[in-house]
């Protein structure tokens, strides 16, 4: 029959803020001693702190910081300068113009035939509300807009051609 040891005394525990404040007693590393890891590991952050703080004094930036430089170059580092990119209001107000200019060139010069001259005015309008209404007011104002179009085609196919046009085109002839 197997013979089994008395039980031991339990081991004591100790709370890693006490052992690094050298609080905790006895045991193999001694009151107050971090041992020779312990010792490596301070030592090892001391040194790399240290040559960190140096390299952010001569290069103007942390360590770490230069190496994503030489890992990652810049495309604008290889090229003159360029000029700033506009801004969303000047893309905006570039599209719209664009956009009236297109339909301006489009549409034809009056014509005995008058679905075809209600045509361009619609492609007209729509352009304007594209342009403008959306601009100034956003989606709900380009559906506004866009409706009022319609309704001026609607107009100008009932009376003949764009001389029996009366209503407004919302949101670039009037506010919304």
Known sequence: MPVFPAAAAA????APAAVAAG???GGALGAGSL???GLAGLGGVAIGLGFNAAWNAVAGQPFGGSVYDW????????FPPTLP??????RAQRAANAAIEKAKDS???PSDDSPDRCEKQYELDWALCTARASTVYGYQGQKVCRTSATKRYAECRKGGGPGAI???LAGVDTPL
């Open 166 to 168: 009366q209503t407004p």
């Open 35 to 37: 041992g020779p890891v």
């Open 11 to 14: 081991p004591e525990v100790v």
């Open 23 to 25: 609080e905790a007693g």
């Open 107 to 109: 549409s034809c010069p």
């Open 85 to 90: 990119a506009p801004t969303p209001a000047e």
């Open 71 to 78: 890992t990652h170059p810049s495309a604008s580092s290889d």
